[in-house]
């Protein structure tokens, strides 16, 4: 016998599915209401296939992720139920027979199946938009001239880049450049959004001195989980920042207080990027210092570092932020293995920021273990700095001479240069 797990809350054949089931080899561990039950069932029957219905209150993608790598069935009565299910991200989706029995033995088909293959990767996201399919190619032995008789190619649409700005343990100055940074880009008429992902210490919005009702990031978040995130959605949770001229740049406010780590969850801000990318050329990311992944697994597992972590593994450049001590340089280079374990594939930008004197000993501490990462020395000038967050300006706002200011400008050309 095969043990399950059913949530068929609201299909209306759900008794008669119940007593088809042992016929076909199935045994249900719980019949469960709504998908909390469904995950406390989850969590102490670990490994056993769920068979869930389009009307299962309370089912969102995170849902169907937090399951892990059991089996996820879904049974609908409709079309509808089906593409419901399929924007949860379960697969298979089984459309009930007229004969209960039947039905039934197509899960226990698909949990056979199951056992037979081995673990497959991760399911695909269900907000993500579609791979591109490959570009034809021409023939360069044709006899129309170029002109061709198979279709025309469409360029793909403008993909944004995401930018997380990190650095270790101590206060390097993370936000100082990624407020600068975001400026400097949105300055050059880049769309541009500014997101703070640090759940240690958030504090994008006061340095600005922005006033909002709920975080930005927790909202997209929620929506992420419901499976309503688009491009769209993602830019009417953010705030406008109005730059010298008439540009703009927008911020998506993080969390209001630290201990609200628990309300980002990794499957929905691994969500956000992608539709980030959608609506943004630029997307700078603040995130905390720690990378260390708590290596919780389960349905009601959560991760404090989820945000940081989520960010930098789904980063197109990373900006690496070291204070120039001593200090600051041996924190930096004790933690970039960690660093390229997370985000092995992206390029990566060194800051050495409240830059004094000269830089062969830092250069040569950390520079060796990124060789090809360029370094950009941004000086100190903590008396401007001082005085905008005080105030609740940018740099360009407060500081507009400052020659950290200037900085900004190589920086912010390093991150997109690639």
């Known amino acids: 016998m095969t043990e399950v797990l059913l949530a068929l809350s609201g299909l209306p054949d759900e008794p008669d599915l119940v007593r088809a089931a042992e016929s076909v080899g199935l045994r249900i561990v719980r019949r469960c209401v709504d ?8 969590a102490i029957a670990d490994g056993c296939p769920a068979v869930v219905s389009a009307g299962l209150p309370r089912l969102t993608p995170d849902v169907v992720a937090r399951l892990g790598g059991r089996p996820v069935i879904g049974i609908a009565a409709d079309a509808l139920g089906v593409q419901r299910l399929e924007r949860s991200g379960v697969d298979p989706v089984i459309v009930t027979a ?15 199946a199951a056992r037979s293959t081995p673990a497959a990767g991760p399911a695909p996201d269900p907000v993500a938009p579609p791979a591109a399919p490959p570009a034809p190619t021409s023939d360069a032995g044709g006899s129309d001239g170029g002109s061709g008789g198979g279709p025309e190619e469409v360029p793909d649409p403008p993909r944004g880049r995401v930018i997380a700005v990190w650095g270790p343990l101590g206060s390097p100055g993370r936000t100082t450049i990624a407020l600068g940074m975001a400026e400097q880009l949105a300055g050059e008429g880049h769309r541009v959004c500014l997101v703070d992902a640090d759940t240690y210490g958030p504090s994008v919005t006061l340095a600005l001195g922005l006033l909002e009702d709920a975080s930005g990031l927790i909202v997209a978040c929620r929506h992420a989980d419901a499976g309503s995130l688009s491009p769209q959605t993602l830019a009417s949770l953010t705030m406008t920042v109005p730059v010298r001229g008439t540009g703009q740049w927008r ?5 209001p207080a630290p ?20 609506v943004f050329d630029a997307t700078v990311v603040d995130v905390g210092f720690c990378l260390e992944s708590d290596g919780e697994t389960g349905a009601w597992a959560r991760e404090r570092n989820a945000a940081a972590l989520s ?3 789904g980063a197109d450049h990373i900006v690496a932020v070291g204070d120039t ?13 960690r660093l390229r ?5 992206a390029s990566v930008s060194l800051i050495r920021n409240r830059a004094r004197g000269s830089a062969a000993q830092w250069r040569e501490a950390v520079g060796h273990l990124l060789p090809q990462a360029p370094v950009v020395d941004v000086p100190a000038d903590e008396r401007a700095v001082a005085a905008c967050w005080a105030r609740g300006r ?8 400052s020659r950290i200011r200037r900085a900004m400008e190589q920086v912010a050309a390093t991150a997109v240069s690639e």
């Open 325 to 337: 001590s001593v200090v600051g340089a041996a924190r930096l280079a004790g933690t970039i293995a």
């Open 35 to 42: 998908a909390v039950d469904l995950l406390a069932a989850a």
């Open 394 to 401: 940018s740099l360009d706002e407060g500081a507009r001479r």
């Open 311 to 313: 960010a930098v593994a």
């Open 259 to 278: 201990e609200r780590w628990r309300e980002l969850r990794r499957t929905a801000l691994d969500r956000i990027w992608p539709a980030a990318r959608g």
């Open 98 to 112: 007229p004969a209960a029995q039947t039905t039934m033995q197509q899960v226990a088909d698909v949990c056979a």
């Open 251 to 255: 911020v998506l406010g993080g969390l």
């Open 341 to 345: 374990e997370v985000a092995p594939t």
